[in-house]
Structure formats: structure tokens, C-alpha cells
């Protein structure tokens, strides 16, 4: 192992900040995206400008048959992975598609658990080694404009819980990201309160140091963690009636 990252879902706006904030740290950068071509120019900015390696690879978590295959071509294994993949679509749209349901809780939960239980496994024999999971707040409680995501980033949530709880006794960190909003093209047709939004820099800010403190969970920006302990407060009885 050394000191390099691998970054699931590299090319979203989140996983680009990411990826700058660990080259201008002087880590080498494997970057996984399901089109790597939109990633040549990043690389080569990111090789001359911090005078790191920076290496491209083809990953789509919905390809579960190549998982094993992603994780054994990488001869170097890197010291940490970071999920950033993720998919989110308008929620009836998504409900009306049987498609759009399963490509939203393949990338957000099922194709990143079976990526995931792969490297936590080389990971626990080598006793070493960190993965970070970007989940959502959406997590947290399902709401009627968002539940095929919100439901699937809840199972990515309770799996990354399970998994540093197992993985502890490996002496692997595994920690859990709970942004809030973010600007970000997934965000971008939606009217986001400014105070209350993120940008992909303070994310990538958030994950570089929770990761440097070993943390388990991180909101991003703190009152969100607030913010959902009103919301997961509400009763059920008021929650149901209320458009949210
Ligand atoms: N923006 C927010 O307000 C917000 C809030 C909370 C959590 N998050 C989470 O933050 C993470 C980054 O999202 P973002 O806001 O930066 O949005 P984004 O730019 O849309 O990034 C999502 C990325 O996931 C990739 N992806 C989707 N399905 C995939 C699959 N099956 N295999 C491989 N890659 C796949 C996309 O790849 P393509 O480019 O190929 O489509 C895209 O690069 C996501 O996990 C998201 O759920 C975002």
C-alpha cells in the first residue's frame, strides 16, 4: 500500500474537488469514473501542476460481474478508497421507470456494496487502510419527493455503519459522509437554499481532514447535523401530511 486514493465516481464535481485536494497534498491519484475520457484533461492538469501520478480507470458500479476484475488489475493498491458515485433523478420519474429505480439503488448502495465488500476484505488481511462512503442526509428519513434515493442512500449508510464497526478490530477506518446540499450538476435544476449549501471545495475540505482524524461520521457543514435531528424528531403522524 501507499500513499494513493482511489476515487469512485471521479468525475463529479465533488470527486474532481476531491481529487485536487489530495494532489496538492502530494498523494497519487487512481481516478474511477464510467467514462474516463472527460478525465485526461484533470490528469494531466493534476500531474504538472502537484508533479503526482495520476492514472485513469474505466468503473461502472452497476457492472457487478467486473468488480473483482476492477480491484485485481490494480497492481499498487491504493491506502484509501472514496465513494463519491451517486445518482439522483426527479422522484416520480424515477418511481414510474422500473430502470430508473434499479440504476438508483445500484449506484447508490447495492454496486457500491459489492465493490466495497472486495476491498474491505483486502484491506482486513492487509490491516490497513481507509474507505470513505459519500452517503446523503437523504438518508436519514424518507420523504415523498425523494424516497427511491433517499431509501437507497439509507441501506449505503447503515452498510458503512456495519462495516466500521467490523472492520475496527482490522485496524481499518471506514467513514460515513453526510453532506447536506451541494452545488453540483446533480443539483442544479433545484432552487437550494444559499446558506444551507455547500460547495464540492468544503466537502472535499471535510473528507481530507475527517479522514486525517480518523472520524466515523461527518456532516459537511455542522448544522446539518442539527437540521436532521429536528427532522428525524417530527412524528410520523405530522411527517406524513407535511409536502416535504
Ligand atoms: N449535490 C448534493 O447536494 C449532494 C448532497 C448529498 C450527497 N451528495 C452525494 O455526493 C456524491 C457526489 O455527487 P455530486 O453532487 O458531485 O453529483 P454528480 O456530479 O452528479 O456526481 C455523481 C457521480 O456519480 C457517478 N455515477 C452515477 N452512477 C454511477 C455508476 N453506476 N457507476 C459509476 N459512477 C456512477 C456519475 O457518473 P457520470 O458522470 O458518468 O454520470 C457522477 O460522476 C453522490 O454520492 C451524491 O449522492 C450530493
Known amino acids: 500500500m501507499n500513499n494513493s486514493v482511489l476515487i ?3 468525475a463529479s464535481d465533488i470527486g474532481i474537488a476531491i481529487a485536487e485536494k489530495y494532489a496538492s497534498k502530494g498523494y497519487h491519484l487512481l481516478l474511477a ?3 474516463i475520457t472527460r478525465l485526461t484533461a484533470l490528469q494531466s492538469d493534476l500531474q504538472i501542476r502537484y508533479k503526482i501520478s495520476c492514472s485513469l480507470l474505466e468503473f461502472d458500479a452497476a ?3 467486473m468488480h473483482e476484475k476492477f480491484w485485481q488489475s490494480i497492481s499498487n493498491k491504493p491506502g484509501i478508497v472514496i465513494s463519491v458515485i451517486g445518482y439522483m433523478k426527479e422522484n416520480d420519474q424515477v418511481v414510474a421507470s422500473q430502470n430508473e429505480t434499479l440504476a438508483t439503488i445500484h449506484s447508490n448502495f447495492t454496486g457500491l456494496v459489492s465493490l ?3 476491498i474491505a476484505a483486502d484491506f482486513a488481511a492487509r490491516k490497513e487502510g481507509t474507505i470513505a462512503g459519500i452517503s446523503s442526509v437523504a438518508g436519514m428519513r424518507g420523504r415523498q419527493s425523494n ?3 433517499g ?3 439509507a441501506g449505503f449508510t447503515a452498510y458503512l455503519s456495519g462495516l466500521r464497526n467490523k472492520m475496527y478490530q482490522y485496524n481499518v477506518h471506514v467513514m460515513t459522509v453526510l453532506p447536506g446540499f451541494v452545488y453540483t450538476k446533480m443539483t442544479e435544476e433545484l432552487n437550494l437554499p444559499k446558506l444551507l449549501t455547500a460547495q464540492p471545495k468544503d466537502v472535499a475540505n471535510a473528507v481530507f481532514n475527517g479522514i486525517q482524524k480518523r472520524k466515523n461520521i461527518i456532516f459537511v457543514k455542522w448544522f446539518w447535523r442539527w437540521i436532521m435531528l429536528i427532522i ?3 412524528p410520523e403522524s405530522i411527517f406524513k401530511k407535511k409536502k416535504l
Open 8 to 10: 469512485l465516481g471521479a
Open 33 to 35: 469514473a464510467r467514462n
Open 63 to 65: 457492472a457487478f460481474s
Open 116 to 118: 466495497l465488500n472486495i
Open 147 to 149: 424516497y427511491i434515493y
Open 151 to 153: 431509501s437507497a442512500k
Open 232 to 234: 428525524t424528531s417530527i
